[in-house]
């Protein structure tokens, strides 16, 4: 029914991937977070073909560690956005795996 109204938008951001796992909808912002393999998209509210990317890929360093300790490179040597959280009026806490090394950062949005 959805289909033939054609008020469906594809969202086609990462190629080859279905990595999304992690949503927070602000609505004090207006903002739809999304995060996913290596990157958190930010969507407008209002008109959801607007959307933002933030790029948080893993080190160099930590990828070749995953590599080395046997693990698939392209599927789980990468930073997958677990954590989306509202930290205050200008910042979210967003957190990865860091190919199996979590890590957390604050991220301005204000």
Not at 49 to 74: L, N, T
């Amino acid at each position: 029914e959805m289909l033939e109204s054609n008020n469906i938008i594809n969202f086609n951001g990462l190629a080859n991937s279905s990595s999304y796992h992690t949503f927070l909808l602000d609505e004090e912002r207006g903002r739809l977070y999304v995060g996913a393999k290596d990157h958190i998209f930010s969507f407008n509210l209002v008109n959801i073909k607007e959307y933002q990317k933030i790029v948080w890929p893993v080190s160099h360093s930590r990828r070749d560690e995953c590599k080395w300790a046997g693990k698939d490179i392209v599927r789980e040597c990468a930073n997958f956005i677990k954590v989306l959280k509202t930290y205050n009026q200008t910042h979210l806490y967003a957190c990865g795996t860091g190919a199996f090394h979590p890590v957390c950062t604050y991220i301005e949005v204000g």
